[in-house]
């Protein structure tokens, strides 16, 4: 089981109005959760590899993965992080606007643990925030 106390969560987002949505359902949320940003996919890696500025950075229990992302894309991200074994057990979850089956069928063949549209309404992106938390906190993965 993840982290009862507080969750390891990395949001790998360039939307500022998708973070505060994130932000505000986490905190509203019964699950404690550490939250870390990545704006683009170079810094997510950057972040996974401790590298430059991240050197110290936690080794997240769940990833956030925006599809859409300035300079490396998302599945890109996704494939890397999958193909690194000691990143690939962490539950990467991919958040996006795409509704095309040839991006959820990518995402589910690299390695994602889920795919999700994010809803246009704010309330309803909370809604499903707060649910993967609660998933994710019941939830067992193996070790690292």
Same mark, same amino acid.
């Given at each position: 089981?993840?982290? &009862? ?5 990395? @949001?790998?987002?360039?939307? &500022?109005?998708? @973070? ?26 950057? *972040? ?5 500025? *991240? ?6 229990? #769940? ?6 992302? &300035?300079? /490396? !894309?998302? #599945?890109?991200?996704?494939?890397? /992080?999958?193909? !690194? ?7 990467? /979850?991919? #958040?996006? /606007? ?25 309330? !309803? ?17 193996? &070790?690292?």
């Amino acid at each position: 089981m993840l982290n &009862p106390e507080k969750i390891k969560v990395l @949001v790998v987002e360039d939307n &500022p109005n998708d @973070v505060t949505i994130i932000k505000r359902a986490m905190r509203k949320s019964e699950v404690k959760c550490e939250l870390s940003f990545a704006r683009d996919g170079e810094e997510a890696l950057n *972040f996974l590899y401790r590298q430059g500025e *991240f050197e110290d950075a936690p080794r997240p229990d #769940l990833i956030l993965l925006d599809l859409r992302l &300035p300079k /490396i !894309d998302g #599945l890109e991200v996704l494939a890397k /992080i999958k193909d !690194d074994n000691r990143l690939r057990r962490i539950p990467v /979850i991919v #958040l996006t /606007i795409s509704t095309s089956q040839e991006d959820m069928v990518k995402a589910y063949d690299s390695g994602a643990a889920s795919y999700m549209t994010k809803p246009v309404d704010s309330k !309803d992106f909370e809604r499903l925030i707060q649910t993967v938390q609660d998933y994710w906190r019941v939830a067992r993965t193996p &070790p690292e």
